[in-house]
T-cell receptor, first 114, second 109 residues
């Protein structure tokens, strides 16, 4: 199955700064990648669908100007949390689909904004 | 609306069997997934059911009844390392995953 590498695994940043999270598909060309956010004891929430070579599709309620997604190649998507605030502290996970029957997840990034 | 229900927490004994239930309501249906998630880690794929019946994979089995909007994950010969959250997710007609909040499984010696 697909191997997905996400970096960094955890990051602490100051309020007002920006943080970039990378998601790489190591052995699979992914035209589409998905970004999720998970708050403690809650389910995964899809934030956006990242499309290679075009604009990302954001879910309702997710600010596209705050969560910048770039999918410049078939193996790399990045999520940049701009002007981060403490309420953005969460676990961010990317995933890619192999066919329509299995999703592979990155290791996740735990963001803490202080 | 679309909805997934699963118990918040379950406790079982090492070596025993546990069944985690999941009910779903989605706009269309393209399959039911189970994932395992250890604390602080990303989910890992366990099973996928799209047809009614039981799918067995080692110590883990997953069952689906589309008419009842119901699935369960069965874990046999429980080991301490099975302590984790188990996420149920249904895929709707647009191939979007609708996620449950997860069932935290606590294994006691």
């Amino acid at each position: 199955g697909a191997v997905v590498s996400q970096h960094p695994s955890w990051v602490i940043c100051k309020s007002g700064t920006s943080v970039k999270i990378e998601c790489r598909s190591l052995d699979f060309q992914a035209t589409t990648m998905f970004w999720y956010r998970q708050f403690p004891k809650q389910s995964l929430m899809l934030m956006a669908t990242s499309n290679e070579g075009s604009k990302a599709t954001y879910e309702q309620g997710v600010e596209k100007d705050k969560f910048l997604i770039n999918h410049a190649s078939l193996t790399l998507s990045t999520l940049t949390v701009t002007s981060a605030h403490p309420e953005d502290s969460s676990f961010y996970i990317c995933s890619v689909w192999e066919g329509n029957t299995e999703a592979f997840f990155g290791q996740g990034t735990r963001l803490t904004v202080v | 609306g679309q909805n997934i229900d699963q118990p918040t927490e379950m406790t079982a004994t090492e070596g025993a069997i546990v069944q985690i239930n999941c009910t779903y309501q989605t706009s269309g249906f393209n399959g039911l997934f189970w994932y395992q998630q250890h604390a602080g880690e990303a989910p890992t794929f366990l099973s996928y059911n799209v047809l009614d019946g039981l799918e067995e994979k080692g110590r883990f089995s997953s069952f689906l009844s589309r008419s009842k909007g119901y699935s369960y994950l069965l874990l046999k010969e429980l080991q301490m390392k099975d302590s984790a959250s188990y996420l149920c997710a249904a895929m709707d007609s647009n191939y979007q995953l609708i996620w449950g909040a997860g069932t935290k499984l606590i294994i006691k010696p």
